[in-house]
């Protein structure tokens, strides 16, 4: 399908992607392509995020997306865009399959959950400028560039339980000063470059000090690298997570980025732990209480914050993740 315009979107169309789940008065703005009148179906109750996207700073206590908006159902790409578009809060469940080709924009205080067997295809979300977005259960393949892109200190993202595979390019990219994100629980696979905490050598004066993210719970399985790769952002926290049969490295940290990697499983991993990459200079890394089959020794670097300067949590035990990681990640599971 060729681009979707959301600016240009014909009238009518929500008319037949937008519809009731039960009979009763919408709380929802008429839309701009024809009536919404949908109440909740798979929306409520929300769980919590955690980690850096569940903490209390930038104005924003948590992340809790579109919730005291509208909800609505939708069923077609041209009114998934537009409502994606609005600014006003949403909980925007996705029935279907959404086709459309590059980087389209998701607004803030947005809610994204798919319902079963909903996919992004061919495209990406992109957040710029963003905050309090949470974006679950939604599986996005063979997108064109990158499949969800958070940049341009955006924060409070969360990005649980989905599934991404096959893109052309990252399948996270959180860069240009991009802070307070959590990603968790989510399946990645049948790509190389899975994600990037940081775009470039030459961008210390927005990253250094930000970037601040929690990976946990997530099942990086056969993809080739950057589970993350980080530049500058300090801390980093890489914890709980299934790393198996990941060819080129597992985490790389870089340009004196601080990355802790906690209480993870390697499977087969010849490089599990780089300090520097490429033409990258070392960051600093520690590692503890992970678990290495057939992988490598991992490399360590001076010392990182503690993430508990900023949240509380508590591991599960690494050896658990080989079973507890695949059946919790990806859709379906929420």
């Given at each position: 399908m060729s ?149 341009q200190s ?84 890489v914890y ?95």
């Amino acid at each position: 399908m060729s681009d979707i315009s959301r600016r240009s979107l014909l009238a009518g169309v929500a008319a037949t992607a937008l519809t009731a789940a039960t009979a009763g008065t919408s709380t929802a703005k008429p839309s701009r392509t024809g009536p919404a009148t949908t109440n909740p179906v798979w929306a409520a109750p929300f769980q919590t995020a955690d980690g850096f996207a569940g903490t209390n700073t930038l104005g924003q206590n948590g992340t809790t997306g579109g919730v005291g908006g509208p909800v609505v159902t939708v069923r077609d790409t041209a009114t998934f865009l537009d409502y994606c578009d609005r600014n006003e809060p949403y909980v925007i469940q996705v029935d279907g399959i959404m086709t459309f080709s590059s980087k389209q924009g998701l607004r803030s205080n947005k809610t994204v959950i798919g319902l079963p067997g909903a996919e992004i295809r061919g495209g990406g979300l992109d957040m710029y400028r963003r905050q309090n977005v949470i974006i679950r259960n939604l599986r996005f393949t063979g997108a064109d560039d990158d499949a969800i892109s958070i940049q341009q200190s955006s924060h409070h993202i969360w990005i649980d339980h989905c599934d991404l595979s096959g893109g052309a390019d990252g399948l996270i990219d959180i860069v240009r000063g991009a802070d307070y994100i959590t990603v968790s629980w989510n399946h990645f696979h049948d790509h190389s470059k899975t994600a990037l905490l940081g775009h470039s050598d030459s961008n210390a004066g927005q990253d250094t000090g930000k970037l601040r993210v929690t990976f946990h719970h997530n099942y990086f399985d056969g993809t080739d690298q950057r589970h993350p790769r980080v530049r500058f952002g300090e801390p980093i926290h890489v914890y709980n997570n299934y790393f198996r049969n990941n060819r080129l490295y597992g985490v790389a940290s870089t340009e004196n980025a601080g990355v802790l990697v906690e209480a993870n499983y390697f499977e087969n991993v010849p490089h599990p732990i780089y300090s520097g990459y490429d033409e990258s200079g070392p960051g600093r890394v520690v590692e503890r209480n992970n678990v290495y089959v057939n992988s490598g020794a991992p490399q360590t670097l001076g010392t990182v914050v503690e993430p508990r300067t900023y949240y509380a949590y508590t591991p599960d035990n690494p050896s658990t993740l080989p079973t507890t990681v695949p059946a919790g990640v990806g859709v379906g599971r929420i």
